[in-house]
């Protein structure tokens, strides 16, 4: 059975940064406040003509360029996202079409902030089951589109960004070592976005009522993420034989640097363990575990050999956590330019769109 590695990896932040002076503007907040209470001190925000598909494409030309993998050679692209661009189409299907993966089944996964682990445990099954050899994850927000802007609750946590892994079948022993995904929908209430979907389709009356903001007890949310974190990483290690010694570092799901710091206490570790950067993005849902490991790889902080957690809680609720040994580039001769790819790609979609339109119109005629 082939094993399903990490192989390559990528990140991309919108420029404009938001700090909690520029917030301090807008609520009655202050930055001592925001940092004492979260840990955050900035966040980015996505410019008018940027997207959840926009980021992501350069997040995942980045993880392909590191795995020296070709766009065509990918078999499936799963994004998981809390903010997508539409109900449907998925934005993994956005995607595939720039970035050129022109034989990739695509389809989006939602489960909140803890989609990417998800995400990541489905594409490994599908390597593992041998149906697929080449995937592509991404988490990839712009939450700051449903955020109330005036609402200090919530306008203080949230950033935009995207985060890609890409994952490759091998017979080497590694990769994606276990995984536990865990959702309790009693608790569906304590966050949620409720505008735009079938149940509050959008009227004067949703916007009205703040219904396409996100909503949250925040309190209720802090509690079960205390309860679940450290729990889910127990789990995740013992089904894969391992404790959290055999354990280079810890990737959490970046909402509160306070929620971070439980799970360590109840773990009984220090906080060095954690890789943590939500001082500077704040809480991209989905993007910030992608986020926060490439910044680690980056560092050097993750090796390969090294035995990563990535563990994550969200709306749903949902929670999971997973082991990983990371690996790297799968060593080969030829050298890919994936960025090439994305030019033809753009011309590839153009061509398509002209002959649908085309063909639409004589078939219009002939009727
Ligand atoms: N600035 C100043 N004061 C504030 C602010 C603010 N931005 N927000 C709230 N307050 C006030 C409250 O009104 C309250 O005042 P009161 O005592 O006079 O009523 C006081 O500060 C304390 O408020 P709490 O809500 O108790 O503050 P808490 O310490 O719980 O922190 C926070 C709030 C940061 C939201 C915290 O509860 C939290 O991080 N919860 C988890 C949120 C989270 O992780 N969400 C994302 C989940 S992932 C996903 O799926 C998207």
Redesign the pocket.
């Known amino acids: 059975m082939p094993f399903a590695h990490i192989t390559g990896w990528g990140m991309y932040v919108p420029e404009p940064v938001l700090t909690n002076d520029d917030?301090a503007k807008l609520?009655?907040?202050?930055d001592e406040?925001?940092r004492d209470?979260?840990g955050i001190r900035e966040r980015h925000i996505a410019r008018e003509h940027e997207f959840p598909s926009t980021l992501a494409v350069e997040a995942s030309i980045k993880a392909l360029r590191v795995a020296n993998l070709a766009p065509t050679e990918l078999d499936l692209i799963i994004c998981a996202s809390?903010s997508p661009e539409y109900i449907f189409p998925a934005t993994a299907c956005l995607i595939q079409d720039q970035i050129g993966a022109t034989k990739a089944g695509a389809f989006d996964l939602s489960a909140?902030?803890?989609g990417f682990v998800y995400a990541i445990n489905m594409a490994a099954q599908a390597i593992r089951s041998g149906s697929i050899k080449n995937a592509l994850v991404i988490g990839t927000e712009t939450?700051s589109r449903f955020v109330d802007w005036k609402d200090?609750?919530?306008?203080?946590?949230?950033g935009d960004g995207a985060g890609a892994f890409v994952l490759q079948a091998s017979e080497k022993p590694g990769g994606v070592l276990s995984a536990v995904m865990r959702s309790d929908g009693s608790g569906a209430d304590s966050?949620t976005l409720l505008g735009g979907g079938s149940r509050h389709p959008a009227s004067e009356a949703t916007i009205h009522e703040g219904k396409h903001f996100?909503q949250?007890d925040?309190?209720e949310?802090?509690r079960f993420?205390t309860r679940v974190m450290g729990r889910a990483t127990l789990e995740a290690l013992e089904l894969a034989g391992m404790t959290t010694d055999d354990v280079k570092c810890i990737v959490p799901?970046q909402?509160?640097y306070?929620?971070i710091e439980t799970a360590a206490k109840y773990l009984k570790l220090s906080m060095d363990k954690f890789v943590v950067n939500v001082d500077r993005y704040g809480?991209t849902?989905t993007a910030s575990i992608p986020i926060a490991t490439v910044e680690a790889a980056q560092d050097g902080r993750v090796m390969p050999g090294d035995k990563v957690v990535f563990v994550a809680?969200?709306?749903?609720l949902?929670w999971g956590a997973m082991v990983v040994e990371w690996t790297g580039p799968i060593p080969t001769k030829k050298h890919v330019h994936p960025e090439q790819y994305r030019i033809i790609a753009r011309l590839r979609s153009f061509v398509r769109r002209a002959i649908r339109f085309i063909e639409g119109f004589l078939s219009r005629k002939e009727l």
């Not at 609520?27 to 202050?30: P, Q």
Request: proline residues 0%; contains cysteine; hydrophobic residues 45%.
């Open positions: 917030i609520v009655d907040t202050n406040w925001i209470r979260t809390s909140a902030c803890t939450l200090r609750n919530t306008c203080i946590l949230f966050l996100v949250m925040g309190k949310v802090f993420a799901h909402a509160n306070r929620i809480n849902s809680f969200g709306a749903g949902t």
